[in-house]
C-alpha cells in the first residue's frame, strides 16, 4: 500500500545519496512510498517501474543495483520472496502508528 511521506532535509546532504545519478536519487525518494513503516519494499523492478516511474524511460535494475553499490538499499531473500530494504529509513521517516508487511533482514 503506498503510503504519504516526507522528505527530511537532512536527506539531501547524506553522502551515500548524493552519489547516486539524479534518476537513481529520485527513486530513491519514491521508494519510500511503497515501503513499509520499517522501509521493506518488495524486489520487483518491473511494479517499482510501473508504481513509481510509469512516464520515464529508465531501468528501474539498473538505478536498484546502483542504490545497492552506494549503500542506499539492500537486498535481501525471505519467505521465498527478494525484498529491499532502505538504509537508514528510521533516521529520515518516523511513522505514528508503524505497521509492517514484510519480513526485516
Same mark, same amino acid.
Given at each position: 500500500?503506498?503510503?504519504? /511521506?516526507?522528505?527530511?532535509? *537532512?536527506?539531501?546532504?547524506?553522502?551515500?545519496?548524493? @552519489? +547516486?545519478?539524479?534518476?537513481?536519487?529520485?527513486?530513491? +525518494?519514491? +521508494? /519510500? &512510498?511503497?515501503?513499509?513503516?520499517? *522501509?521493506?519494499?518488495?524486489? %520487483?523492478?518491473?511494479?517499482?517501474?510501473?508504481?513509481? +516511474? !510509469?512516464?520515464?524511460?529508465?531501468?528501474?535494475?539498473?538505478?536498484?543495483?546502483? $542504490?545497492? @553499490?552506494? &549503500?542506499?538499499?539492500?537486498?535481501?531473500?525471505?519467505? *521465498? %520472496? /527478494?525484498? *529491499?530494504?532502505? /538504509? &537508514?529509513? $528510521?533516521?529520515?521517516?518516523? !511513522? %505514528?502508528?508503524?505497521?509492517?508487511?514484510? !519480513?526485516? !533482514?
Amino acid at each position: 500500500m503506498a503510503r504519504i /511521506r516526507s522528505i527530511h532535509p *537532512g536527506q539531501w546532504s547524506d553522502e551515500d545519496f548524493v @552519489a +547516486l545519478s539524479f534518476p537513481a536519487r529520485i527513486l530513491a +525518494l519514491a +521508494l /519510500r &512510498n511503497i515501503a513499509d513503516d520499517r *522501509g521493506v519494499f518488495e524486489w %520487483k523492478p518491473l511494479t517499482i517501474k510501473m508504481q513509481l +516511474l !510509469p512516464a520515464d524511460s529508465i531501468d528501474v535494475t539498473a538505478l536498484l543495483s546502483e $542504490m545497492v @553499490a552506494n &549503500n542506499i538499499v539492500i537486498e535481501f531473500d525471505a519467505e *521465498g %520472496k /527478494r525484498y *529491499g530494504a532502505i /538504509r &537508514n529509513f $528510521m533516521r529520515w521517516q518516523r !511513522p %505514528k502508528k508503524p505497521t509492517y508487511q514484510h !519480513p526485516c !533482514p
